[in-house]
């Protein structure tokens, strides 16, 4: 997934405000940091490019494993529950809601190594063939980026719509 994180993130940290933080946090800094923990899994590209020299998948480091994001996830769930004080907790699980989501968008037409540490085998669900230079090209003309295009459009719609508050996903 190229352009769709950040919107994924504005989707699902919307549909989950009223859910897990209406009383605790502003919506705007729920919504920021859902942002920043929808792109969060990619912090791993600063290392892929400056420091290990692209020698492995970028999707084989701890910041993209499922299990990372899976323990993190119930770490913070268990603490907005135990919690007296919700603020922290509610942006640190909605961040985790994100990271993770990051990992399944990825799936789509990225290898996720879903099963690591226990099996070293990726799994996507579609393969995007490397038939244009750059690379990226193959990605954009392929049907996959229609599915961004879509996310990013929703994401912009509720965005322009200011509905957010009102839509309950999770009753």
């Given at each position: 997934?190229?352009?769709?994180?950040?919107p994924?993130?504005y989707?699902?940290?919307?549909?989950?405000?009223?859910?897990t933080?209406?009383?605790?946090?502003?919506?705007?800094?729920?919504?920021?940091?859902?942002?920043?923990g929808?792109i969060?899994?990619d912090v791993?590209?600063?290392?892929?490019?400056?420091?290990?020299?692209?020698?492995h998948h970028h999707?084989?480091?701890?910041?993209?494993?499922?299990?990372?994001?899976?323990?993190?996830?119930?770490?913070?769930?268990?603490?907005?529950?135990?919690?007296?004080?919700?603020?922290?907790?509610?942006?640190a699980l909605?961040?985790?809601?994100n990271?993770?989501?990051?990992?399944m968008?990825?799936?789509?037409?990225?290898?996720?190594?879903?099963?690591?540490?226990?099996?070293?085998?990726p799994?996507?669900?579609?393969?995007?063939?490397?038939?244009?230079?750059?690379?990226?090209?193959?990605?954009?003309?392929?049907?996959?980026?229609?599915?961004?295009?879509?996310?990013?459009?929703?994401?912009?719609?509720?965005?322009?719509?200011?509905?957010?508050?009102?839509?309950?996903?999770?009753?």
């Amino acid at each position: 997934m190229i352009i769709g994180h950040l919107p994924a993130g504005y989707l699902i940290s919307s549909f989950t405000y009223m859910r897990t933080a209406a009383d605790a946090v502003s919506r705007r800094l729920f919504i920021v940091f859902g942002m920043a923990g929808a792109i969060a899994p990619d912090v791993d590209l600063l290392y892929f490019y400056l420091i290990d020299d692209r020698q492995h998948h970028h999707h084989t480091y701890a910041t993209h494993l499922p299990i990372v994001w899976a323990a993190l996830f119930v770490a913070c769930a268990w603490w907005l529950h135990a919690a007296r004080f919700k603020q922290l907790p509610a942006l640190a699980l909605v961040f985790c809601i994100n990271g993770f989501v990051h990992l399944m968008l990825d799936t789509i037409v990225g290898d996720i190594w879903w099963l690591a540490p226990f099996v070293d085998k990726p799994y996507s669900l579609f393969t995007v063939e490397p038939a244009y230079h750059p690379w990226l090209l193959s990605f954009i003309l392929h049907w996959s980026f229609l599915l961004e295009l879509a996310v990013l459009g929703a994401a912009l719609w509720l965005w322009r719509s200011r509905a957010p508050a009102t839509i309950r996903l999770f009753h």
